[in-house]
């Protein structure tokens, strides 16, 4: 019989279970267990979020059943402006799929929370057949998370025609902060009237910003006191940077940030209306089908005091509580294989981490030499990135327009955005 | 035998209705509970706490309210979130307007322009918010053109502090109109047509008909659609969103609270502090309601 009492209690027992759902559980199991043999059978998932990509990363998986054939791998993709908020579901509903794509940006955020399987003692898997740098983004407390992808760094895009036109001749080697200014602004001046401008300006990170920050001897992300990161954007560096481009706005040479906030830099330079465009190895498969691609070459990345890049890719990461550990052992051990890496670089899809395969990657888009991003591949620098690194990459989004907004409080505006990524920073566990 | 018959009589209809009631209740109020007050509830709760990324929560006491006081986003926030209210809330005129106008006797065409005034109520508000942003575009935009025609460089309307904010409340603006003129139509129709009449036999003009028997009518209509818009211009974030776009040096100027609500829970993984701005809203929304009852005593007119 049902009495007030039971009632209540029954409401009060589902009222502790409830508070004991939040909690976390302390234990679960982190061995790695031996990947499944050839002949073993199992089901495993896999996420990505790159639609373009899915073609290549089935070719993987059909290489992957011929050696596994019982082994069923599920893909599903997720769009990218949502992956990581579905993941973040997944991750706290403990529905991580077996195997998923990661980026620099989130990954210290999983792996700090034990979301990730450490793969030390993965058969198979040797972190010396990827860069260093990018290695290094994927370690955690000494211990690799995740298995390199692909990789993305920067270079110089240009548009020869326009640059003839302009009587300036197309870079060779690396340009000095100074040659890049000056070709922007003869070319600016010369076809301005066109509405065409030397370079498209814009606020990217990691193609524009970062480097250019680095290069001038400053930092985004450093180690401060009592292991906290805390941000460079005040530093002298990036406010010459700062500086840098701000300069090319104010003398008119670059488009302000009102105007790119309306025209994509890189539509611009797609639509011929740029004669230059620093970006990634990313924008080839635009490019591929850009108007004006026959006038388009690349060359290596400008520097200021100092020589830097930025390199950035995909890691393939495997769940923490994965229900099937062998079999996504042998499967991430064959994404990170040479074998998996040849197949996304000959389908085009993107340029692989395992050193020695690009050759695939640069012969798939032969109209630019995408070389020179494979050979920047060797000095660049880790991408930045810490626990949280989402909430201060908003910050970014919100204040590096304003910074270069010409409001006349560039080195405020600077030391706000930093300020306020240290106080992301200092809540960071 | 000096008992009092009545309280036994409602004593035994209590008992003989039983838990009904409540089972014929529990239907709404379960929604009511789970999905309204149980989540004001935990808001209040989470405004105490601090969140990691993955649901874990820890209490924090008063942590996320000293961010709140410390935060220079605040009050430029509300000062955007005031300043667009302020202008949608301009839409009921403008409505009160167009309605009389499109319930003129006589009037040929009049279904079709209140087919035309209430199409913003049907479009998507996404699509909407990028059609605008075409509108509004500096240099291939139909407003600065027309302006150009008359010899006037426009602005960026949507990329400049300010501008933008202009911008937005316009499309905002536009975007409640559809609603206020069928609410005020539909009032028109309800003024007594002898009302009128006795005020042409008093030799009262057009307008003073308008100022002195229709709008007293419409009062309770107004104010009905003064609430409703303002708590929708509170709420602002949607059409901010679509409309300012990616890498827009304004956005730091133009954020609303609804959007620094959504930035804080969605982008810094920071729950318990976008709990304390939910609360901040809902405190600012039911301040201006409560102000807004207090103030209807005075110029609504209920006879």
Known sequence: MITRRSLLGAAGATGVALVGGCAREPEIDRSLEPPAAPGDSGAITFQIWDKAQEPAMQQIIDAFHEQYPDIDVTMSSAAFASYFERLRIQATGDDLPDVFWINGPNFELYASYGMLQDLSGLEGFDPANYPENLTELYTYQGSPYAIPKDFDTIALWYNRDLLHRAGVDEPTGSWSWEEYRDASETVTRALGGEQIWGNPGGVANQAYIYPLIMQAGGFVLDEGKEGKAVSGYDSPGAIEAFSFLDGMIRDGIAPDVRYTAENVPSDLFNSGRAALLQSGNWEAAQLQDSPVREHLGVAPLIHGSEEANVIHGIGYAMSARSRNKPAASAFLAFLGSEEAHRIQAEAGAANPAFVGTNDAYIEAIPEFSLDVFVEAAETARPYPASQNTSAWLQLEELLFPKILSGDGELEKNAADLAMRMNGVLADES | ?303
């Open chain 2, 1 to 303: 035998m000096n008992h009092d018959p009545a309280p036994l009589t409602r004593r035994r209809r209590r008992g003989r209705d039983g838990l009904w009631p409540l089972v014929f209740l529990a239907p709404l109020m379960i929604g009511v509970v789970a999905f309204y007050f149980w989540p004001i509830l935990a808001t209040v709760l989470n405004s105490f706490a601090s969140f990691d990324p993955f649901g874990g929560r820890s209490f924090a006491g008063l942590e996320n309210y000293r961010t709140l006081l410390g935060d220079s986003f605040i009050p430029r926030a509300v000062l955007n979130t005031a300043v667009y209210t302020a202008i949608v809330l301009l839409g009921i005129p403008i409505a009160l307007v167009v309605a009389s106008l499109l319930t003129q006797k006589g009037l040929r065409f009049s279904r079709f322009y209140q087919v035309l005034f209430f199409l913003p109520a049907v479009s998507m508000p996404v699509a909407v918010a990028l059609v605008w942003r075409m509108i509004f575009n500096q240099e291939f935009g139909v407003v600065n053109w027309a302006l150009s025609v008359i010899g006037i460089q426009g602005p960026y309307w949507v990329t400049a502090p300010w501008w933008s904010l202009l911008a937005v409340s316009v499309v905002g603006l536009w975007s409640s109109l559809p609603l206020a003129v069928i609410i005020l139509s539909a009032g028109l129709q309800g003024v007594p047509p002898e009302l009128y009449e006795a005020a042409q036999l008093d030799g009262a003009g057009a307008l003073k008909q308008f100022r002195s028997v229709t709008v007293p009518l419409l009062t309770p209509s107004i104010f009905f659609l003064m609430i409703i818009t303002a708590i929708n211009g509170f709420q602002l974030f949607d059409l901010l969103f679509a409309m300012m776009g990616q890498a827009n040096p304004a956005m730091a100027d133009t954020q609303s609270l609804v959007y620094l609500f959504y930035s804080e829970a969605f982008r810094q993984n920071d729950q318990g502090y976008a709990s304390v701005i939910a609360l901040l809203i809902l405190l600012i929304i039911g301040a201006f309601t409560l102000l807004q009852f207090q103030a209807q005593k005075r110029w609504v007119h209920y006879d």
